[in-house]
T-cell receptor
């Protein structure tokens, strides 16, 4: 069964550093997403991406965050200057479409980001 | 986006049927009801989706009454490995963002 993959599984960085989290969505999917989950808290939507542009973003997704699809397979989340409160599990997801059958989102295993 | 309410936690025993009910009083006409499962340190996993009446797949059943203001996820004969957090989400057909609530933490005991 096809799956979403994410690298690295764990990233440790110092406050103020830039990090790039990588995801490879399922190959025939067209819609891509990033979520985060702070330890012990709920899953929070960050951003959705379609046709090489952001389609929706939450209030969490401020100027420190950016997303990119640099080639035909990867989907990245960049945090420009990390803060302690960015420490969380970051999940990438993809879906075939956004309505009707096939709009369910498939999540990757996550990247645990630790900011020290 | 319709707000959902579900129990914070539930306990069950192996072999029992578990029913988790979710309230979504403000559901809109074009909203679908979707359930996800999450194990610790893993991403959410899609379980089932429905619009009305009953939907069944190899994992679960979803019951939706005519007014669609609630839905019930039914897990037949749970095992220890079904211990997880279960999320009910309501979203319109073209909404890209999924807003997860706190979910229901199901604990299955031997």
């Amino acid at each position: 069964e096809p799956e979403v993959t994410q690298t690295p599984s764990h990233q440790v960085t110092q406050m103020g550093q830039e990090v790039i989290l990588r995801c490879v969505p399922i190959s025939n999917h067209l819609y891509f997403y990033w979520y985060r989950q702070i330890l012990g808290q709920k899953v929070e939507f960050l951003v959705s991406f379609y046709n090489n542009e952001i389609s929706e973003k939450s209030e969490i997704f401020d100027d420190q965050f950016s997303v990119e699809r640099p080639d035909g397979s990867n989907f990245t989340l960049k945090i420009r200057s990390t803060k302690l409160e960015d420490s969380a599990m970051y999940f990438c997801a993809s879906s075939e479409r956004t309505s009707g059958v096939g709009y369910e989102q498939y999540f990757g295993p996550g990247t645990r980001l630790t900011v020290t | 986006l319709a707000k959902t309410t579900q129990p914070i936690s539930m306990d069950s025993y192996e072999g029992q049927e578990v029913n988790i009910t979710c309230s979504h009083n403000n559901i809109a006409t074009n909203d679908y009801i979707t359930w996800y499962q999450q194990f610790p340190s893993q991403g959410p996993r899609f379980i089932i989706q429905g619009y009305k009446t009953k939907v069944t797949n190899e994992v679960a059943s979803l019951f939706i009454p005519a007014d669609r203001k609630s839905s019930t996820l039914s897990l037949p004969r749970v095992s220890l490995s079904d211990t997880a957090v279960y999320y009910c989400l309501v979203r319109g057909g073209n909404n890209n963002d999924m807003r997860f609530g706190a979910g229901t933490r199901l604990t299955v005991k031997p």
